[in-house]
T-cell receptor
């Protein structure tokens, strides 16, 4: 199974400041089609997960451009350019390259 | 817009069974893979099972294979998860999601399964 490791696990941020979350996979997520099968999800308190980024760097429909994804192979990053209060929750990375699909442990973003 | 409504959760004793349902709307249900993902209380997300649009292919995480069965009724736009031989470690909120080759799209609030004597 591919193991997904996120850091940090907790991230206090001041509104208006940037934030960055790292995700590393135990195997390369680069498919032969040239895409990295890595997604980012946000789970706000009491809600189901929401897709933010797919294929490492593509924003999902309706996701503000404050959110961006980057990386390739085994190292990936989610960046929020300016954190807002509505961004609080737990962020998960997920590999969609092979079954079993696996998630990172989650990074809890909180407002200072 | 993907709309998914999970139901069927509840409290069940160890060794018992439950059937979860997921009612889908807002998209051509029969053309999509669907998936179940669960979240134990205070824990992270775990993929549980996938099923192809026509129901011909199914995959499971090792910890539930042989105990859980995923199925669908495309005429009713509904997805199901039959949970048998339940264990305490199966206690979780179960979410259904639309699955594409490279992402999941969630749309419901999940249904809570509690396995306890």
């Amino acid at each position: 199974d591919i193991v997904m490791t996120q850091s940090p696990l907790s991230l206090p941020v001041t509104p208006g400041e940037p934030a960055s979350i790292s995700c590393r996979s135990s195997q390369s997520l680069l498919h032969s089609d040239g895409n990295n099968y890595l997604d980012w999800y946000l789970q706000r308190p009491g809600q189901s997960p929401q897709l933010l980024i797919y294929l490492a760097s593509n924003r999902a429909s309706g996701v503000p451009d404050r959110f961006s994804g980057s990386g390739s192979g085994t190292d990936f990053t989610l960046k929020i350019s300016r954190v807002e209060a509505g961004d609080i929750g737990v962020y998960y990375c997920m590999q969609a390259l092979q079954r079993p699909i696996t998630f990172g442990q989650g990074t809890r973003l909180e407002i200072k | 817009e993907v709309q998914l409504v999970e139901s069927g959760g509840g409290v069940v004793q160890p060794g018992g069974s439950l059937r979860l349902s997921c009612a889908a709307s807002g998209f051509a249900f029969s053309t999509y893979w669907m998936t179940w993902v669960r979240q134990a209380p205070g824990k992270g997300l775990q993929w549980v099972a996938n099923i192809k649009g026509d129901g011909s292919d199914k995959y499971y995480v090792d910890s539930v294979r042989g105990r859980f069965t995923v199925s669908r009724d495309n005429a009713k736009n509904s997805l199901y998860l039959q949970l048998n031989s339940l264990r305490a470690e199966d206690t979780a909120v179960y979410y259904c999601a639309r699955a594409m080759s490279d992402r999941f799209e969630f749309g419901g609030q999940g249904t809570l399964v509690t396995v306890s004597s």
